[in-house]
């Protein structure tokens, strides 16, 4: 029987790549797109719904598919004012995953980060750590947190500090053996196909998704 995705996030780098996938796959007959701006140019398969992300119960109406792909995240240049960040980066996920338990949804994936700890002291880890927490407190049958390292790729935006920090990692981590192999930069392209793949899996039990299975859930991919 074939599927409808919800997709929040699909004007950034992983959410675009994952539409795309999604739009391919022929096992979704229906892809419904939550976001603040419209995409255009896409097949009649695809629902956009444009609003405040930060108000989504809104939708609550139109909050009704099979699975939901939950890509949001923000940066400190790009938000750099905490309340805000944190109602994007925690609101936003956690709101959808409440939605997803009140429409009955029973796949629920979103992208985190690799050290996310709600006890962290940093606050980007502790609020995705305080995500993690409270998506999982909806008990959701069929739930994934992937936790990326830096996520690699180009993006339509200017982010300097990031450009910078992907370039130093792509020198240094041939360096990376052992437990910092979780640290190499993950292929963005590989996180929309590991989301697609644990979506459609039967037997995948795990439910933190670090950088390294990342790798291993797309390695034939």
Same mark, same amino acid.
């Given at each position: 029987?074939?599927?409808?995705?919800?997709?929040?996030?699909?004007?950034?780098?992983?959410? $675009? #790549?994952?539409?795309n996938? /999604?739009?391919?796959?022929?096992?979704?007959?229906?892809?419904?797109?939550?976001?603040?701006?419209?995409?255009?140019?896409?097949?009649?398969?695809?629902?956009?719904?444009?609003?405040?992300? /930060?108000? /989504?119960?809104?939708?609550?109406?139109?909050?009704?598919?099979?699975e =939901?792909?939950?890509?949001?995240?923000?940066?400190?240049?790009?938000?750099?004012?905490?309340?805000?960040?944190?109602?994007?980066?925690?609101?936003?996920? =956690?709101?959808?995953?409440?939605?997803?338990?009140t429409? $009955?949804?029973?796949?629920?994936? =979103?992208?985190?980060?690799? $050290?996310?700890?709600?006890?962290?002291?940093?606050?980007?880890?502790?609020? !995705?750590?305080e995500?993690?927490?409270?998506?999982?407190?909806?008990?959701i049958?069929?739930?994934?947190? #992937?936790?990326?390292? /830096?996520?690699?790729?180009?993006?339509?935006?200017?982010?300097?500090?990031?450009?910078?920090?992907?370039?130093?990692?792509? =020198?240094?981590?041939p360096?990376?053996?052992?437990?910092?192999?979780?640290y !190499? +930069?993950?292929?963005?392209?590989?996180?929309?196909?590991?989301?697609?793949?644990?979506?459609?899996?039967?037997?995948?039990?795990? +439910? +933190?998704?670090?950088?390294?299975?990342?790798?291993?859930?797309?390695?034939?991919?």
């Open positions: 029987m074939k599927k409808t995705a919800i997709i929040l996030g699909a004007t950034g780098l992983t959410g $675009g #790549l994952l539409l996938l /999604l739009i391919q796959d022929e096992n979704y007959k229906s892809i419904k797109l939550f976001s603040r701006s419209r995409i255009d140019n896409l097949p009649n398969k695809v629902t956009q719904f444009i609003g405040d992300l /930060l108000q /989504l119960e809104q939708f609550k109406d139109e909050f009704k598919a099979d =939901v792909f939950c890509c949001i995240g923000t940066t400190k240049s790009k938000t750099p004012d905490k309340t805000l960040y944190k109602k994007i980066d925690y609101g936003i996920p =956690v709101s959808a995953a409440k939605l997803a338990k429409n $009955g949804i029973d796949t629920f994936l =979103v992208i985190s980060a690799l $050290g996310a700890n709600a006890n962290s002291r940093i606050f980007y880890n502790k609020t !995705k750590g995500m993690e927490r409270d998506v999982l407190k909806q008990n049958s069929k739930t994934y947190i #992937l936790q990326p390292s /830096l996520i690699g790729g180009n993006r339509d935006e200017k982010r300097t500090l990031e450009a910078i920090g992907l370039a130093i990692f792509k =020198v240094i981590q360096l990376f053996f052992g437990k910092l192999k979780q !190499k +930069i993950t292929d963005p392209k590989r996180m929309a196909q590991a989301m697609v793949n644990l979506a459609n899996s039967k037997s995948y039990n795990e +439910i +933190i998704i670090t950088s390294t299975d990342i790798k291993k859930i797309t390695k034939h991919n």
